[in-house]
């Protein structure tokens, strides 16, 4: 809070933080500046409908991290993505980019393979259509790439969902 008033932070956020944790902090009395981020993992199999629809009730704005699933993510051999990313001419990586940008948060994918970084770029000049991206939304499975077990205590309370 006090880099804010320095001018050398124009925002602060905060990364995993679900609706009890923004609760406990945002009613905290020493709290005077709302984050303006929440950084969380995003995906279709890991949507936080109800986590999303807070941060944006509290002008919190949502970072999508994992948000092509990960290394070898289940996401790739999803029929319904593999079908769509035919269907446009694109990877399933960069429908699920595409799907997170037009849900309304950033997306943050991570790859050390220089072919991946450029096709992950490659996203603009186009979009989903409303039932392309209802398509995505209806996949049932669901997984957390990240959890909270390495840590002391428990941080991920279900609250997302």
Known sequence: MQLVGTGKVRNIGVSNFGIKNLDILLNDPSCKIIPAVNQIE?????????????????????TG???LGSTNSPLYMNDSLKNLAVAKGKTVQQVLLVWGIQKGWSVIPKSVTPSRIESNF???????????IKTIDALKDRFKVCNDTWLPIKVFFGDDE
């Open 65 to 67: 991290y994992s948000c």
């Open 42 to 62: 995003l995906h279709p199999c890991n949507p936080s409908p109800k986590l999303v629809a807070y941060n944006t009730s509290k002008g919190i704005h949502c």
């Open 122 to 132: 490659a996203i603009d000049g186009w979009s989903l259509t409303a039932d392309e």
